[in-house]
């Protein structure tokens, strides 16, 4: 490890405003609002970035359809939701921004910004694309069948990409971007790019860059370390649901991080949501994989600071893996489902009557049935946890069927049967909802870094 030159920068400041897509669009607004005020009550020098995180593996094959179906989609769809409230107001106070919202066209995604900005009388930003993790073309199938052989036969391919880190973030941010478009690079590295730049860490500063990965886990889901998921009424109990905030780290030039939330909001940043955010995703705690290093949180303390105020410290960092993951989303076929209602005496006996019924109307498919309100959770694929399951006796059961099947027509035979479940019983079926979904299956593998053409460019005069 080259450890980075001493420096005495002002603590960086990153509020997250988005943990997934379709996540809250008005949660930008309070935590822009805070990081405002902290900037101006802060040390001279001192910075602040806003991140969204919007992409999953699924999010990604589906801006990748859309793309097709219109070359200047394929974006985040709520990026107009998520920006016009706040984006005038970051380039005022020189509030960068870090997404991964271009997903799988991060160009077009710089062009709506930049128009956006003219909508809004707003200063042109700099605006810099991240490139190189999108394997997706007929030019990449060849590296795709040399690292999967057999697996790819047959797969049409819809999306195929690395999980890049940072590097490319801090070097658009050293070349003065405003705003940083990426497609999927890894979760936490939209808040390690920010402390590289700020602090000048080098790409092999191991141990700060190990704090600032769990500093971006911390922050990557949104509003769940500030209560959202950990929210158990009765047991953990959580105030201002309703209006919860979203979570700002602070970080020091040696990567240690102190966790908050948006001044003025609901939710809660405590001991607990940390520790339970903090495992959140993190199968191995002495070694976290990363594209920008192996973070190590076996020696990780948790400290409460003060009210919605807890510090990280203990973590460790280790020299990052060879290769990035690989993503492979394929066409996998039609998933079929359909819902129906039974409430009253003996409505968990007709629930499985009436999936007795779909099992003998459609031979060739194979059924999911969930009882739910009665047998629902235990994935149930096979049907043996409902065959050793006896009628519990429940009084408001939704039968939900589902099948999966590589042909259209025959996946669509399910929905016309539950339908018909309305008057060919059993008894007193109501609510009947049908869908028809195409499916999408992943192939995962390891590709060497030298074989993904990672890169930036600041996109000048938008037009």
Not at 146 to 170: F, M, T
Not at 184 to 205: C, E, I, T
Not at 249 to 257: F, M, N, R, S, T
């Amino acid at each position: 490890m080259n450890p980075s030159p001493a420096t005495h920068a002002p603590s960086l400041l990153i509020g997250c405003a988005a943990g997934f897509s379709g996540d809250r669009t008005d949660a930008a607004g309070p935590v822009v609002d805070t990081l405002i005020t902290r900037l101006a009550q802060g040390p001279d020098g001192q910075r602040a970035f806003l991140i969204f995180e919007t992409l999953a593996e699924r999010t990604l094959a589906l801006a990748q359809l859309r793309r097709r179906a219109d070359p200047e989609s394929g974006y985040e769809p709520l990026l107009d939701a998520m920006l016009r409230p706040v984006l005038a107001r970051c380039l005022a106070h020189r509030i960068r921004i870090v997404s991964n919202f271009g997903a799988a066209n991060p160009r077009a995604a710089a062009r709506r910004i930049a128009a956006l900005a003219r909508e809004l009388g707003a200063p042109s930003p700099r605006i810099a694309v991240v490139e190189g993790d999108d394997l997706s073309g007929p030019a990449h199938r060849a590296l795709l069948r040399e690292q999967l052989g057999p697996a790819l036969d047959g797969a049409r391919v819809v999306s195929a990409n690395a999980y890049i880190g940072a590097e490319p973030i801090a070097a658009a941010l050293d070349a003065g971007a405003d705003i940083v478009v990426c497609g999927r690079v890894a979760d936490p590295s939209l808040a390690v790019g920010p402390a590289m730049s700020h602090f000048g860490w080098a790409a092999d500063d191991w141990t700060r860059l190990g704090r600032a990965t769990m500093a971006g886990h911390l922050l990557e889901c949104g509003a769940q370390v500030c209560g959202g998921y950990f929210a158990d009424p009765g047991f953990k109990e959580v105030p201002g649901m309703a209006s919860i905030g979203f979570p700002i780290a602070e970080i020091d030039a040696d990567g240690h991080c102190t966790i908050g939330k948006a001044d003025a909001t609901g939710g809660c940043v405590t001991e607990a949501t940390v520790k339970e955010q903090l495992l959140y995703e993190v199968h191995d705690p002495a070694a976290y994989l990363t594209p920008d290093v192996v973070a190590d949180i076996t020696e990780a303390e948790v400290h409460g600071l003060a009210a919605d105020r807890v510090a990280l410290s203990g973590v460790r960092g280790h020299a990052r893996p060879a290769q990035y993951k690989l993503n492979i989303c394929h066409e996998g076929g039609w998933l079929a489902e359909g819902e129906i209602s039974y409430a009253g005496p003996r409505a968990e006996s007709r629930a499985r009557l009436a999936a007795e019924v779909l099992r003998q109307r459609l031979p060739g498919l194979d059924l999911r049935v969930d009882l739910i309100g009665a047998l629902s959770i235990l994935a149930d694929d096979d049907g043996r946890a409902l065959a050793a399951t006896a009628d519990t006796g429940a009084r408001d059961v939704r039968l939900r069927v589902a099948a999966t099947h590589d042909v259209r027509d025959e996946a669509e035979r399910l929905g016309r049967e539950v339908m018909a479940l309305y008057t060919c019983g059993p008894a007193g079926g109501g609510g009947v909802r049908t869908a028809l979904t195409p499916r999408l299956a992943t192939l995962s593998c390891l590709l060497p870094r030298d074989l993904v053409p990672v890169r930036f460019e600041i996109l000048e005069d938008q037009p």
